[in-house]
């Protein structure tokens, strides 16, 4: 039984590590400059917050975003659900 367990744990740590540098590769957007009401994880929406809209990550997960051209990168907390426009990955706010 011991065994068994170790080996779902093996497999379970291996699929974080893959799952935690898998990259995309695509289009940010940015949410509007207005405040919205509330945001899927039930908080208000500040345009001054290093935050995010991401469909898949969970709820708090930091994201690196990289601009591919100038290589400059911030680091934003998933903390909403979208975007919802076509070839999007994330969604920014303003800052």
């Known amino acids: 039984m011991k065994h068994k367990f170790f ?10 590590l893959f799952h935690a540098n898998a990259q995309q ?10 405040v919205k009401s509330k945001m899927a994880n039930g908080q208000r929406y500040h345009k ?11 709820f708090g997960t930091r994201l690196k975003v990289t ?14 659900r979208g975007p919802f426009g076509r070839g999007r990955i ?6």
């Open 7 to 16: 080996l779902l744990l093996i497999i379970c740590f291996c699929f974080a």
């Open 90 to 95: 994330v969604d920014l706010s303003w800052s």
């Open 25 to 34: 590769i695509g289009i940010a957007s940015f949410y509007a400059k207005t």
């Open 67 to 80: 601009h591919l051209k100038n290589h400059k990168f911030v680091i934003v907390k998933v903390t909403d």
């Open 48 to 58: 001054d917050s290093m935050i995010c809209a991401h469909r898949t990550h969970p």
